[in-house]
């Protein structure tokens, strides 16, 4: 019975306007996509990790970051797909064929370098119970819902509204089951996270699990100032 971690790195991170993919940019010393791989690493929680990234990173990806830092858990480094929610579904592919006693498995955004061993366990805890849960916060800006023209047309109320972050965490058949049929009835519009395609797919309640601010993506240039 194992615990995988999917580590996303296929993007090509459109809106940091770097030469370099923003997961391979430089932060603290090495290369960003390394701060969460050394979390799941080190984690006694997570027992194989499947990176994702782009055709033509895999040899470097392969041996300047898995073999470089001795990330000794990466099973596989597989090709990504268009959209995130192709190189998830590239990813849980993998892992029916080639980790057949995967139990649950933890979708993350290899842009959010700032996951904590804490997180992963809490997470953990709460999908032996739910079978699906999110690291989230609540948010603390109002938010409104805009036309095409921008302008508002209403605003749901704040209490209601928290932030998704990852990892993302499910039973291994569920959100693979629902990924497949996704793709195969071409229903991927509009999907930026793991717990839609289960929402859009089966109407599955997914838990929310209290995240910390300090988890966040790194998306655009101030985000790493
Ligand atoms: N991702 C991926 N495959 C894609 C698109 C995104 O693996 N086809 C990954 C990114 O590498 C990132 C995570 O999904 O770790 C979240 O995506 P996002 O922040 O949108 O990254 P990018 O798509 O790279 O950035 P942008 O949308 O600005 O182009
Ligand atoms: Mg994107």
């Known amino acids: 019975m194992k615990n995988v971690a999917v580590v996303l790195a296929a993007g090509k991170g459109s809106r940091m306007k770097s030469d370099i993919p923003k997961q ?3 932060l603290d010393g090495k290369p960003l996509v390394c701060h969460c791989l050394e979390v799941f690493q080190q984690s006694s929680h997570i027992d194989d990790i499947v990176v994702v990234t782009g055709e033509e990173q895999i040899s470097y990806v392969k041996e300047e970051i ?4 001795g990330y000794g858990k990466v099973r596989a480094v597989v090709a990504g797909g268009k959209e995130r929610c192709h190189s998830v579904n590239n990813a849980l592919q993998y892992i029916s064929e080639q980790i057949p006693d995967c ?3 933890f979708i993350h955004d290899g842009a959010r370098p700032f996951l904590t061993e804490e997180l992963v366990g809490r997470l953990c805890i709460s ?7 999110i690291a989230a916060v609540p948010v603390k800006d109002t938010i409104k819902v805009a036309d095409a023209e921008g ?3 209403n605003t749901p109320a704040r209490t209601t509204l928290w932030a998704a972050q990852t990892p993302q965490v499910f039973s291994f058949p569920l959100i693979r089951n629902a990924y497949a049929r996704m793709i195969q009835e071409d229903r991927t519009e509009n999907i930026t996270d793991d717990a839609q395609v289960l929402e859009r797919m089966e109407g599955y309640p997914v838990k929310l699990v209290e995240g910390s601010y300090g988890n966040r993506k790194i998306t655009t240039p101030e985000d790493i100032q």
């Open 103 to 105: 139990v649950y498995v």
């Open 66 to 69: 898995c073999d470089a830092f």
């Open 151 to 153: 302008h508002i047309q």
């Open 127 to 133: 999908v032996q119970e739910e079978g699906a849960c």
């Open 24 to 26: 391979f940019m430089e």
